[in-house]
């Protein structure tokens, strides 16, 4: 379980380095790393590219309903929600 | 880099409702062809500006004249982006061809027209190319392979935007298309979208039509030190080259400068743009 957490998170991170144009910087984040709010490079055009960015590399369809501000809040409730949806 | 920089003009093509901006970047040295450049959609044409610069100025440099038009509704041309559809951008990319086969019959320049065309600037690439049933060498900078998923993401930045202010997004998605449907504009990250503008890029997809015989050349960013093209991409490619068509396809470093926030870079995407195009000059 925490093997396959851990590999969601990188995941994740990689997402969001490639996405944010972060240079590496996704190196530093950990769980509690807040995003939306947070992170300047996180504007609304981003959250979209992520969005489509998780369906193609996750190979999952994502509804708007599931959706709220809560899911990008820090960088551990992206990559749960994604664990939910892989679940 | 050549510290000489090309000449550049800007002006406008066209009156009143027909008015456009067109920067024209003359050829230095040895003329090899002209490019007329096809430009992304909505922000995704601001975020790109720096780095098409950089490039048109190298192609430049290497003897090919680049002709940029913001097309009706974008950047400094006329009208507002809630004007724009589908087919008046077909329109205008004519307009565009038109004139550089204008400037190329007045300076007695040969060479081929080379269409660059950058992420949805490739799906309008696309329909222009069937439906005129034109073959041009064509140089597509990480091509937006289907029309649909993409208008979808670009309706999410409406998402993005209600999350950022009330972390509740309700179904927005759903009353956007409703309101398409409806044949209403929908305002989406300070752009107006009509229907008819939604309905021409969600049925669009990029491909070449069977009179299509001149090469393509597809260069994609990747990350990582050994970039790969996306599968989707290369799945394309393999599927076009089997129908007959000659096809590339390069993966280069770089970061995603269309939709990043902060004006970012993909330098390396220029040297293959250029081995390309020194293949199709005569």
Redesign the interface.
Known sequence: MGSTLSTHLRHVLTLLDDSLSLNGQSASFDRDTPLLGALPELDSMAVATLLTAMEETFGIAIGDDEIDGSVFATVGSLADFIEQKLA | MSLVFPKRDACFLGEHEERRFCLFTHAMGRPRGTILYVHPFA?ELNRSRRMVALATQAFAQQGWSVLQMDLRGCGDSEGDFSDACWDSWLADLDRAHAWLDAFKAQHDLRGPTVLWSLRAGSLLASSWLAQRGLSQPWLAWQPVLQGA?YL??????????D??S?????????ELRAALKRGETVSV?GYGLSAALAGGLESSGLALHAGFQSPLCVIEVA?GAAPELSP?TSTWLDKARRAGHACEGVATSG???W????V?LALDMIAPSQTALRGWAP
Do not use: M
């Open positions: 922000e998923p979808t993401q670009f309706l999410r930045i409406r998402l993005g935007a999350l950022a009330s972390s509740q997004s309700g179904n927005v998605l759903a990250g990350s989707a970061n995603r400068f939709q990043s926030a902060e970012e």
